[in-house]
T-cell receptor
Framework: QQQVKQSPQSLIVQKGGISIINCAYE??????FPWYQQFPGKGPALLIA?????SEKKEGRFTISFNKSAKQFSLHIMDSQPGDSATYFC????????????FGKGTKLTVNP | DGGITQSPKYLFRKEGQNVTLSCEQN?????MYWYRQDPGQGLRLIYY???????QKGDIAEGYSVSREKKESFPLTVTSAQKNPTAFYLC???????????FGQGTRLTVV
């Protein structure tokens, strides 16, 4: 059972464009939604995270939008750069520890110069 | 610097051999995880441990074993029962369980 569904599987964007990756979840116990960035041959690293008490969180060019009623959240990368080319994973968990951290299947982003 | 150290970075195994992947953390985190990563498959959970001397199977535990004798160490053994062990293995830790995960740099295992 896939608890977090991520799309698209791959994404190609031109430099300066907007990259959008979407995730959906079913478990209403989830209350922490991070995004991880992974470069080839490296471990993933936390990029940005959101809790359901806010609908949007922005850090630099990266923004998470959260829709609690639809149980969906998305990552927007503004002014995408070739250095943003990586695999992005959404995830979900419960801060109380009753639900372990679960990941989406990942999106491979390529930003063309 | 605090972090998670996985070793070795590359590992080659002959068919029929068991091999152990090391994962050490100095973050004082309670929970530790092992994931397997294959192209297009995302991160699949093998085993996780929330406290010392306790661990639970993840989604793909068959052919793997773990131990958690110390808080800072969570080694993974890939046994000969794992039919397709060639993959990239990632170790992670969190405190408390479910909050930000810190990952190691991974071990790439190849069966030759």
């Amino acid at each position: 059972q896939q608890q977090v569904k991520q799309s698209p599987q791959s994404l190609i964007v031109q430099k300066g464009g907007i990259s959008i990756i979407n995730c959906a979840y079913e478990n209403t116990a989830f209350d922490y939604f991070p995004w991880y960035q992974q470069f080839p041959g490296k471990g993933p690293a936390l990029l940005i995270a959101i809790r359901p008490d806010v609908s949007e969180k922005k850090e630099g060019r990266f923004t998470i939008s959260f829709n609690k009623s639809a149980k969906q959240f998305s990552l927007h990368i503004m002014d995408s750069q070739p250095g943003d080319s990586a695999t992005y994973f959404c995830a979900a968990s419960n801060q109380g520890g009753s639900e372990k951290l679960v990941f989406g299947k990942g999106t491979k982003l390529t930003v063309n110069p | 610097d605090g972090g998670i150290t996985q070793s070795p970075k590359y590992l080659f195994r002959k068919e029929g051999q068991n091999v152990t992947l090391s994962c050490e953390q100095n973050l004082n985190h309670d929970a530790m995880y092992w994931y397997r990563q294959d192209p297009g498959q995302g991160l699949r959970l093998i085993y996780y441990s929330q406290i010392v001397n306790d661990f639970q199977k993840g989604d793909i535990a068959e052919g793997y074993s773990v131990s958690r004798e110390k808080k800072e160490s969570f080694p993974l053994t890939v046994t000969s029962a794992q039919k397709n062990p060639t993959a990239f293995y990632l170790c992670a830790s969190t405190i408390p369980p479910g909050i930000e995960a810190f990952f190691g740099q991974g071990t790439r295992l190849t069966v030759v």
